[in-house]
């Protein structure tokens, strides 16, 4: 029987993760979808994990030779037989209505494609939650990534992200490179789909780092700013150099400070009001302290990769290979 739904999990040695999702799959209130799990050449494969939820979900496997989170997520678009394909990372957690919010969304709006934002769940630890809040707050990312007012036009991001199958067809899939989910969320505005942020279909996401894989994911997100901006010119916008300009601005203030020591007082502010603002979201010191962290490795990370790039490809028009970008970061990553 054919579902209304298909779930599409691209997954690389993550068994873990996937059990966590799958497990909060079981308890959502509307069941009209299917799970299409990828698995992407890992050498820790979860097919064990997926097995035990055969008779709970309706559920299937693949597994393909390694080619990277595009091409997989293609792979499972090519095998999925619901009316929309949803797109969760593997580190995500759904609350037990998402589906069922998102199905009154698109009886209200008959949307195309649609995302949501990420929330920290109460169980997450005080790391993950800092992150989360670094990657979620108005005075770091400018509300960009699924917040209810934001400094751009709200764009899907695949750790929670859907669209119709009509979409699919018409616009393709998953172009293989760094900000592959914002070049698609582009494409399907450009051919004429509605595009819409569901604010109530949130998901937990778990994310597993540590501040120096944090960093280098930052700096990645940076660096594909830039390869969205020769893809989409007017994509970019004033909220993406940001993070730019603050790394601009720390170097500047830090320099300062050797000839007067208060040069470092705007800094200093800023971060206070960092830490106010995640003291008041969370309700933990010890979360607030760690965000002032966090939020600094999200605004230095991202800020630099972005002048990074932005040198070398903009400034310098050096030509650099996608493919090999993707695989040194995984390469890294692993």
């Known amino acids: 029987m054919e579902k209304k739904y298909s779930v599409i999990i691209p997954v690389y040695n993550r068994p873990a993760e996937v059990g966590e999702l799958l497990d909060s799959l079981t308890h959502q209130t509307c069941k009209d979808f299917e799970v299409v799990i990828v698995e992407d050449g890992s050498t820790l494969r979860c097919d064990e994990v997926v097995r035990k939820y055969d008779a709970l979900l309706s559920v299937r496997y693949f597994f393909k030779p390694n080619s990277g989170r595009s091409l997989t997520r293609n792979y499972g678009m090519e095998r999925a037989q619901g009316d929309y394909f949803l797109f969760f990372d593997s580190d995500c957690i759904l609350p037990e209505d998402y589906f069922q919010k998102v199905s009154a969304c698109l009886e209200e709006t008959k949307a195309d494609c649609f995302g949501g934002p990420d929330k920290a769940h ?138 007067c020591l208060w040069a470092l007082l705007p800094a200093g502010i800023y971060l206070f009001a960092l830490f106010v603002e995640s003291w008041i979201v969370n309700r933990d010191l010890p979360i607030a302290g760690l965000s002032v ?41 692993s």
């Not at 990534?145 to 751009?152: I, P, T």
């Not at 949130?202 to 120096?212: A, D, E, F, M, T």
């Not at 400034?315 to 970008?325: C, F, G, R, T, Y």
Request: hydrophobic share 40%; charged share 20%; glycine share 10%.
């Open 122 to 259: 109460v169980s997450f630890s005080r790391m993950q939650k800092a992150v989360s809040h670094s990657m979620t707050s108005f005075l770091t990312t400018g509300g960009i990534r699924g917040g209810k007012k934001g400094l751009e036009k709200f764009v899907p991001r695949t750790f929670n992200m859907g669209f119709s199958r009509r979409v699919y067809h018409t616009v393709g899939g998953f172009k293989d490179m760094f900000g592959e989910d914002i070049d698609l969320s582009t494409r399907i505005r450009k051919a004429g789909f509605s595009v819409r942020l569901f604010p109530d279909a949130y998901v937990y996401h778990k994310r597993r780092i540590n501040l120096k894989s944090f960093y280098r994911q930052v700096y990645v997100f940076g660096m594909a700013r830039i390869g969205l901006y020769q893809l989409h010119p007017e994509s970019l916008k004033l909220v993406h150099w940001l993070p730019a300009c603050f790394v601009l601005g720390l170097a500047f203030l830090f320099l300062t400070s050797f000839i």
């Open 293 to 333: 962290i966090t939020g600094l490795v999200q605004l230095t990370g991202y800020g630099t990769g972005f002048l990074n790039a932005f040198a070398r490809k903009v400034i310098l028009k050096q030509h650099i290979d996608p493919e090999a970008e993707l695989k040194k970061y995984y390469k890294k990553k």
